[in-house]
């Protein structure tokens, strides 16, 4: 049974993950790393919720690009062109997992793949910040 405050920490998990997913600023790890330090009970639930935030914030970067009307496209989008959709493995980077995501968008790569390699690379993450504390 999960109480009131466990319950609460991982509705604000879920919206930071989401939100630090997006061109927002902010960082979800610590959040993350606290409710696990808080409640190690949760670990799972946690793990679920910052990774389906993270994927669902990552993938709303990556709809509103696509639709980004498309003109000649910057060269600088190459790398991403080049890789297809297995880059967004590292879409949990600061920095550039927000440009990568932004950029599977506008090749108007496969959704399903997109969303495929960006909830891997995010769980990956957040797995290995849970590893790293228990």
Known sequence: MIDGGALAALGGLFASSFLAATLLPGGSELV??????????LTLPA?????????????STYLLARLVPRKELPPR???VRRRGSVVLLLSWAPVVGDALCAAAGVLRLPWAACLMWMALGKTARYAVIAWSLS
């Open 32 to 41: 993350f790393a606290g409710l696990l330090l808080a409640h190690p009970g």
């Open 47 to 59: 793990l679920a919720l910052a990774a389906l935030g993270n994927t669902a914030g990552g993938m």
């Open 77 to 79: 989008l190459d790398f």
